[in-house]
């Protein structure tokens, strides 16, 4: 069995826009279980309402604040965040997020792995 480890430095990774708006650095990946990546909004910025296809995914909330919509199965509620917060978003939970004054930063754990089709982040009405 050949052992391949992965280091990664948030700093230095790319900088891609995800689907629903925010500014992701995908940092590692370890197939088959899941991958991880740091996620911002700039202050007052609002992501789009998604929903995950095929993923589902722990935040936790790094720094700066704001709220996080969820909604699934006909019940809803927003979290405000801020930094110390972590939260499950399951598998087809619809979602949306907003940062407050000082924007925000969280990172996460996508199970499995982010795929690379690009229908995995489904369009929904938000509340914002």
């Not at 899941?34 to 929903?51: D, I, N, T, Y």
């Not at 095929?54 to 801020?82: C, F, K, N």
């Not at 940062?99 to 982040?121: F, K, S």
Request: charged residues 15%.
């Amino acid at each position: 069995m050949s052992v391949t480890f992965t280091t990664a430095r948030a700093g230095e990774a790319a900088e891609v826009i995800a689907p629903d708006g925010s500014t992701v650095r995908p940092l590692c990946v370890l197939p088959p279980a899941g991958s991880f990546a740091r996620f911002e909004l700039a202050p007052g910025q609002v992501s789009k309402a998604v929903s995950h296809m095929t993923v589902q995914e722990i935040w936790y909330v790094v720094a700066g604040s704001g709220s996080m919509w969820r909604s699934q199965d006909g019940h809803a509620e927003i979290t405000p965040l801020d930094a110390g917060v972590c939260l499950t978003i399951p598998l087809g939970t619809a979602f949306q997020f907003r940062a407050g004054q000082n924007g925000l930063c969280a990172v996460a754990v996508t199970m499995p792995p982010w795929p690379q089709d690009r229908d995995e982040a489904r369009p929904e009405p938000g509340p914002w």
